[in-house]
């Protein structure tokens, strides 16, 4: 654990003006969980549930796993109560990446493309909304500044 307190400190020092070291971390962590959500879903893609019954269950796995890693890891929170508010902010981030998705598609663009595209802004939205929605930073005088707050 020293190492990576280490390497996150050097991180902070030399880019944590630009990019903030908890983004890092939220996007380290989101691909945890993405492989949590898809390792879910292809176990029951292999057991031989129906497609949609994989996807829903695994999605909901999904969220739960993320809510419990994205909440303790990446914002220091371990407040079941703010679940509600993390799948509302599911659902915003959704809607604004089928909105997103469905711009597009007008102008043409490959699926595949757009997808790749969103991965970062998405990301930006998803932590974003939760950071200032879910995981609200606790009101102090004086803030370190290093964005582990």
């Known amino acids: 654990m020293d190492f990576v307190k280490k390497m996150l400190t050097a991180y902070e020092k030399q880019f944590g003006e630009i990019i903030p070291v908890r983004f890092v ?9 993405t492989l949590f959500g898809y390792g879910i879903f292809a176990l029951f893609i292999f057991l031989k549930l129906h497609y949609i019954l994989a996807s829903t269950i695994s999605t909901i796995m999904g969220i739960l796993f993320n809510f419990k890693t994205t909440g303790v890891i990446v914002f220091k929170n371990n407040d079941n109560g703010l679940l509600w508010k993390f799948f509302l902010v599911y659902g915003i981030s959704f809607c604004i990446g089928l909105v997103y998705l469905y711009i ?3 102008m043409k663009i490959s699926n595949y493309i757009s997808g790749a595209i969103w991965l970062l802004p998405g990301g930006i939205v ?19 500044g290093t964005g582990m707050d």
């Open 126 to 144: 998803g932590y974003t909304l939760q950071r200032l929605l879910v995981f609200k930073p606790k009101k102090t005088p004086i803030m370190n």
């Open 25 to 33: 971390i939220f996007l380290f962590v989101g691909g945890i969980n």
């Open 104 to 106: 597009m598609n007008q």
